[in-house]
T-cell receptor
């Protein structure tokens, strides 16, 4: 069973609009949660990393939130651009195992003109 | 500086043939990871190297898969007697270190393997 569930599976929005991607996880004990952006044909690139003590972290127009109690995270994209079209992957890491990453299947975002 | 590089970028092979995939990590990074990304699936951990320690091979799907890391730098993932289900994108990543800390993983562009 996948311990990291993302929704929606895919999303289409108009350029300039905002959107929010969701991630629910059951991984335990939890260490940190990461959001990656993966452009088509490229490797994932890190957007944010949050530990259990952090509630929010921003990286430009990307803002991630974390609720460790409910085991939910979201990635909010503000004023979307065409270049935001990509797959966004939520990754949860186990405590005391910095390399043991549990990957979600990703949300495929398409930003249209 | 240079990022993680992988070669080849694409590989088409016939069922039953052996393939070798190469990864050049970022200079100075002691930790190296291999992942597999199948269509519509999340990344799947394959193997992890940390310095001179014995690698964690727990993610390798079968004994047809093996990997080595020479001189603590370049790594090669070998798939013997390839099967059609091996078709996927194979991603390599490296980080400054591994273990219990929180280290950023930097990914290469991947090798797309197609087994016909």
């Amino acid at each position: 069973k996948n311990q990291v569930e993302q929704s929606p599976q895919s999303l289409i929005i108009l350029e300039g609009k905002n959107c929010t991607l969701q991630c629910n996880y059951t991984v335990s004990p939890f260490s940190n949660l990461r959001w990656y952006k993966q452009d088509t044909g490229r490797g994932p690139v890190s957007l944010t990393i949050m530990t259990f003590s952090e509630n929010t972290k921003s990286n430009g127009r990307y803002t991630a939130t974390l609720d460790a109690d409910t085991k939910q995270s979201s990635l909010h994209i503000t004023a979307s651009q065409l270049s935001d079209s990509a797959s966004y992957i939520c990754v949860v890491s186990l405590r005391n195992s910095g390399y043991a990453l549990n990957f979600g299947k990703g949300t495929s975002l398409l930003v249209t003109p | 500086g240079a990022g993680v590089s992988q070669s080849p970028s694409n590989k088409v092979t016939e069922k039953g043939k052996d393939v070798e995939l190469r990864c050049d990590p970022i200079s100075g990074h002691t930790a190296l990871y291999w992942y597999r990304q199948s269509l519509g699936q999340g990344l799947e951990f394959l193997i992890y190297f940390q310095g001179n320690s014995a690698p964690d091979k727990s993610g390798l799907p079968s004994d047809r898969f093996s990997a080595e890391r020479t001189g603590g730098s370049v790594s090669t993932l070998t798939i013997q007697r390839t099967q059609q289900e091996d078709s996927a994108v194979y991603l390599c990543a490296s980080s400054l270190s591994g273990g219990s800390g929180i280290y950023e993983q930097y990914f290469g562009p991947g090798t797309r393997l197609t087994v016909t």
